[in-house]
């Protein structure tokens, strides 16, 4: 079952399963996730692109194999995508696999809304959410914003909790 959009909705957001033919579109979600990261290397461009490729495969057989009954989904806008909602619906928990979206998405309250929607139903459910994030990752605010607290670490990534 899908996460219900109710704040999304102000912003014409839907949820479609991931497909084959969506991957290219992914590979290019994620690079964007990590392009000034990695041009920081000053790697000539086709590098760049290469280990970015490299970093998506191995992201997303990791995800696939580490997660083999969760929810891959598909953001919509319009009809047009727009990023990337993965998650894991466990006995009492909500696990926040991934949660990706455009450049130019980013920052106009699409994510805060899917957030609050997300919230709302592990509070229906009376399951907790968790996920894992880098500490300077600007969306890391975010999270605190809606309570969640840092509760151990996992290698270069901080594992977060909320609780109804």
Avoid: C
Wanted: without cysteine; charged residues 20%.
């Amino acid at each position: 079952m899908n996460p219900p959009i109710r704040r999304a909705a102000a912003f014409a957001v839907s949820y479609r399963p991931l497909a084959e033919a969506d991957l290219p579109f992914i590979a290019t979600l994620y690079a964007s996730t990590r392009a000034e990261e990695v041009a920081a290397t000053a790697w000539p461009e086709a590098m760049q692109r290469a280990f970015l490729d490299h970093q998506f495969q191995a992201q997303h057989n990791h995800y696939q194999g580490h997660y083999p009954t969760a929810l891959w989904l598909v953001v919509e806008a319009a009809g047009a995508p727009i990023g990337r909602l993965y998650l894991d619906d466990r006995d009492g928990d909500l696990h926040l696999i991934d949660i990706s979206l455009t450049p130019e998405r980013r920052g106009g309250g699409i994510g805060t809304a899917i957030m609050a929607d997300l919230l709302d139903w592990a509070r229906a459910g009376g399951k907790t959410m968790t996920l894992y994030v880098e500490p300077p990752n600007p969306a890391r605010r975010l999270y605190e914003r809606f309570g969640f607290t840092a509760e151990g670490e996992a290698g270069v990534y901080e594992m977060m909790v909320w609780r109804p």
